[in-house]
């Protein structure tokens, strides 16, 4: 019987080389480009691999879709999907691993660069015509006595890590999985608490979990250096976003870099939007050259590797084998 593999969206990527590889290894494909969940439910009732972007995958869905056996992701983060509950169902749920390290880190680092840099301002300033002119608007510190804080060391927050330290006095991590005072490459373990209160930038590279929902929040920003900045680029809900706003306008905070907001698209009144003081890109750290087919690639190849009994590399509960 031939297998059914269902995508349920892609964004404004094009999926047609993995739909082709998976039609050449004797797939039916269906692809939807939804995000309603009766729509899905009703295409993969009986289908073997879904193929996900940012559709959400609750439990009651995935009761309902009997067949099925592995769920591939268009992204690294998987908080659009019930993991309890698919590892329950022995699930597979596969990413893209670290298929755009590269691009999320120096992403984040462009956005550190453009904000302590005063870019925005500076651009701003030029369009005026307004060369030579003092008091100058914005005075950048220098980056060679600034210190950077790395919230979870994984593939991104690691790279991150590699190509800021050159230019900054120091770079140190926190990672919740990572023994305190253990040193990487040079870069240092710390607590969360030591690594707020010593860092001039804290970068956020962590995982959207229930225990990470929020974790930057009023205590937290109260913790940080006076006048630091926040650069974001791995989920919008590590940020309580009202507290970030007022921690912004109290000068607890300089400035936040964001290229993830909790609700995306935000509301057209989403304060963070129109503040003078955040820098925002619209999601897309991830985007190269490169990873525009590699994504799709690499998403279509987590299903060929599960049906064929291979270990499935980008596995992310831990059913990387079909039985």
């Not at 956005?111 to 608007?137: H, Q």
């Not at 750290?285 to 690499?298: K, N, P």
């Amino acid at each position: 019987m031939m297998l059914k593999a269902v995508y349920t969206d892609t964004d404004d990527l094009d999926p047609t080389a993995g739909i082709e590889r998976l039609t050449a290894a004797g797939f039916e494909v269906l692809y939807l480009q939804t995000h309603d969940a009766e729509e899905i439910v009703a295409a993969a009732a009986d289908a073997d691999a879904l193929l996900l972007g940012y559709a959400p995958i609750t439990s009651g869905m995935l009761a309902k879709m009997e067949k099925l056996q592995i769920i591939s992701l268009l992204s690294t983060g998987y908080d659009n999907i019930d993991i309890s509950a698919a590892t329950a169902l022995e699930i597979c749920v596969s990413n893209i691993g670290a298929t755009s390290a590269e691009e999320v880190a120096i992403h984040a680092l462009a956005l550190t660069l453009s904000i302590t840099r005063g870019i925005e301002t500076y651009r701003e300033v030029s369009a005026r015509r307004e060369w030579f002119k003092t008091p100058y608007p914005f005075i950048p510190p220098r980056l060679s006595t600034k210190k950077i804080g790395v919230v979870g060391f994984g593939n991104i927050g690691s790279q991150f890590a590699k190509i800021a330290q050159p230019l900054f006095e120091s770079v140190s991590f926190y990672d919740p999985m990572i023994m305190l005072g253990v040193v990487i490459n040079g870069i240092e373990s710390k607590s969360l608490d030591n690594l707020l209160e010593d860092s001039d930038v804290i970068s956020l590279h962590l995982p959207l979990l229930p225990e990470t929902h929020h974790l930057f929040n009023e205590k937290t920003f109260a913790k940080m250096k006076k006048s630091s900045v926040i650069i974001n680029v791995s989920r919008g809900g590590l940020i309580d976003p009202a507290a970030l706003v007022r921690a912004l306008d109290s000068g607890q905070l300089s400035a936040a870099g964001l290229d993830v907001l909790e609700s995306e698209p935000p509301a057209i009144d989403d304060p963070l939007l129109t503040h003078s003081r955040v820098l925002i890109t619209p999601h897309v750290a991830f985007l190269s050259e490169y990873s525009m087919s590699a994504y799709i690639e690499v998403q279509a190849e987590n299903i060929l590797q599960w049906f064929s009994g291979k270990e499935v590399k980008n596995c992310v509960n831990g059913i990387k084998v079909k039985k």
